[in-house]
């Protein structure tokens, strides 16, 4: 089919396509194989090379048995095999003293060639400070054999092991991911203090830095590892535990610090509790001088080899050592250090537990994050000797509730605060404009509902049964026993409390109520509650998680006032559109619109009473049920004692009260001086009729 739909051109052209085709995908076979099967193509070199020695030995053993068995006696002339097999069937005793350099170079050229695989697999198994230790010994042997001089590239040895030179070029980038690892780990609020302390070591070791140098890094590496916790995405309840892995981090960071390096002065007794100075203990195990055949770098699977013991002293001895000496940390400087890196990372903190709470949309969220710092801060593991730790560190207490996070999350409950409350009092106007809005429609249409005809004919409301009149239970619970909360149908009747104005009363309540609840997770649980629960042995708290109660009840009471002002504000200006619409008039005045004033007046006469979560938003979470109780107590002993002292929480929620009742007298005022004034005008007119009997 191919030779029929093309012609010899085209073929050829597709011939070449596909040659074309096949030699690149060799290439790509060859690259691949060349890249990640390098080392097994070596090792298949290998063992070719094994095969064809172990041929040449085995034919050199079959000759040397020929030769002897040729011999008529040999006992009378010994046979001595072929120079190139000494080495092989003489023991090293029998060697000539100048063939003792040949093996020990051998030796360590083996160990060199084994170094790069011991480090790599010390650095995957999380064993750095070995594999920084093997790294030096590689540099140790390079030095013996003289492959770091100048002028080794002419050297023997890399003219007969040119892979010699490969490695000497992979050295840096040993050293360099030997660093890298060791830095990562110090990110790490999970590792333990060992594993710190032997990363800072390799750390100095291949770097030859001093212990300042090596606190600054440990600081640096907890720094960004708090970057880098800060800048995760944040998405719901991730914001707890990034809040918490954060104060984690930091007590951890303090915590080693001490461990690692903090000295207790001379003089002092141990604390056996406080673990202290493990950074130098670590590095005096490492770099001091041990018993012969203790302490050196080489493992026990090195030491079990047979070419082992044809290594120098000097290699089998090696210990790393840093030029100058690691004088401990003063006390001091310890102290300045740390209180600088605490002021440097609280900017940072700051500003990312603010971006992070501002997805934080509700103050139960905000109750949920700051309950489980304090369960972490009060846990056994850090309040334990926190105390001590911070006292030795810095010589002062240190909280960082109370530096770092109080005061975001108090500024970002305000803001929540302000903004459910500017919600309530947008609701709260719309609510009344559509109201207003349903009461000018004129009694006669047909289409209106009941409540606004209720609203229209207050006496039609009044005569008018319903369900609700008369509560449930009211034939078996007196009205003493029913709580203060419960009102029936006929009260509502009896203070001429509309359906509509309920209505928006019910709506504002339910809104207050919600915003209550969810202020009151932040707070703690009301005290008349836990009095009769069994006392339980709290445990040691690191902070009072409820010592800003009082000022979180005073931004919920300002913003409630404030919303409340607010409706009266709406209120105020629609009576006042009233009152210019109704005085301006010449006939007489629309029913609409007094209905309307009516409607204003007995609204802010009933939200009092209506809405006794208002109450409770103003007094607080106490002050709500101890109001009430005084003033049931109160009404019954009318005259009797002294006058008590008001509370300026009282003396606000007086102040509402006066202001919302004034407002429903100024509604009634507007009222009653336009049906007055209707009344006079009717009467004069009719007093000056000139009709008999028409008065």
């Known amino acids: 089919a191919l030779f029929e739909a093309h012609t010899a051109a085209e073929l050829r052209a597709v011939e070449r396509r596909l040659r074309a085709g096949i030699e690149q995908k060799r290439e790509e076979l060859r690259q691949m194989v060349g890249e990640r099967y390098r080392d097994l193509i070596e090792a298949a070199d290998t063992i070719a090379e094994m095969r064809l020695s172990a041929e040449r030995l085995l034919g050199a053993v079959r000759g040397l048995q020929r030769g002897g068995a040729g011999r008529p006696s040999p006992a009378s002339s010994p046979s001595r095999p072929p120079p190139h097999l000494t080495c092989i069937f003489f ?9 003792d350099s040949f093996y020990r170079a051998a030796a360590q050229l083996k160990l060199l060639l084994e170094v790069p695989e011991k480090v790599w697999g010390a650095v995957e198994a999380g ?41 000497v070029a992979a050295a840096s980038h040993l050293r360099s991911t030997i660093l890298q690892e060791s830095k990562s780990l110090l990110k790490s609020q999970t590792a333990s203090d060992q594993a710190v302390a032997e990363a800072l070591c390799a750390i100095m070791l291949l770097e030859d830095s001093s212990p300042r140098q090596a606190l600054a890094d440990f600081l640096l590496a907890r720094k960004l590892a708090i970057q880098q916790l800060l800048n995760q995405p944040h998405h719901g309840a991730g914001i707890k535990a990034q809040v918490c892995s954060l104060m984690e981090l930091l007590t ?9 390096f903090y000295t207790v002065p001379e003089g002092m007794p141990l604390d056996p509790a406080l673990p202290c100075g493990l950074l130098f203990s670590t590095l005096e195990s490492t770099t001091g001088q041990h018993p012969a055949g203790q ?85 056994e593991s850090i309040s334990q000797n926190w105390e001590a730790v911070c006292h030795r560190l810095l010589d002062k207490p240190v909280s960082f509730w109370e530096d770092l996070l109080q005061q975001l999350f108090l500024d970002r409950l305000e803001t929540l605060t302000k903004e459910g409350f500017d919600s309530i009092s947008g609701s709260s106007k719309q609510l009344l404009t559509l109201a207003l809005q349903e009461l ?44 203060h909360l419960a009102k029936s149908g006929l009260s509502m009747k009896a203070q001429a409390l509309t359906p509509c104005v309920q209505s928006f009363c019910s709506a504002l309540d339910s809104k207050l109520k919600a915003k209550l609840d969810d202020l009151r997770s932040y707070l703690p649980m009301d005290s008349s509650a836990t009095k009769d629960a069994a006392p339980v042995v709290q445990p040691r708290s690191a902070f009072d998680r409820y010592a ?64 006794p979560h208002l109450k409770q938003c103003i007094l607080g979470q106490s002050g709500g049920t101890e109001t009430a109780l005084k003033e049931s107590r109160s009404t019954k002993k009318l005259g009797k004692g002294k006058a008590q002292e008001v509370t300026p929480m009282q003396a606000k929620w007086q102040g509402v009260k006066a202001e919302l009742l004034q407002q429903s007298l100024f509604a009634y005022q507007i009222w009653s001086s336009v049906v007055t004034k209707g009344l006079v005008q009717c009467f004069t007119h009719t007093l000056l009729l000139d009709t008999a009997g028409s008065v």
């Open 91 to 99: 023991p090293l005793q029998a060697r000539p003293p100048a063939q």
């Open 127 to 167: 064993r750095l400070l070995p594999a920084a230790r093997l790294h030096l010994l590689g540099g140790h042997l390079r030095r013996q054999l003289q492959l770091d001089a100048p002028r080794a590239h002419s050297s023997p040895i890399l003219a007969r092991f040119p892979i010699l030179l490969r490695q």
């Open 252 to 260: 951890t960071t303090l915590y080693q610090a001490h461990a690692l």
């Open 295 to 379: 302490g050196g770098v080489l493992e026990d699977e090195v030491k079990l080899s047979s070419w082992f013991k044809y290594l120098p002293e000097s290699v089998v001895e090696f210990r790393p050592a840093l030029r100058t000496l690691a004088h401990p940390i003063s006390q001091d400087y310890l102290r300045d250090t740390l209180q600088k890196w605490i002021t440097m990372c609280s900017d940072d903190i700051r500003a990312g537990i603010s971006n992070l709470l501002i997805y934080v949309k509700s103050m139960k969220g905000l109750a949920g994050i700051r309950d489980a710092v304090w369960e972490l801060l009060t846990s």
């Open 440 to 483: 000018e429609v004129k009694s006669s249409t047909s289409a209106l509902n009941k409540h606004i005809q209720f609203e229209h004919n207050v006496a039609l409301f009044l005569w008018s049964e319903s369900s609700s009149d008369l509560p449930s239970d009211a034939a078996w619970v007196s009205v003493a026993n029913r709580g």
């Open 548 to 611: 800003d109660t009082a000022t979180v009840e005073g931004l919920l009471r300002d913003h409630c006032v404030a919303c409340i002002h607010h409706v009266l504000g709406c209120v105020r200006e629609e009576l006042q559109s009233s009152q210019s619409l109704l005085g301006g008039q010449a006939d007489a005045p629309s029913d609409a619109r007094l209905n309307a004033v009516l409607f204003m007046a007995r609204l802010c006469q009933s939200l009092t009473e209506l809405c």
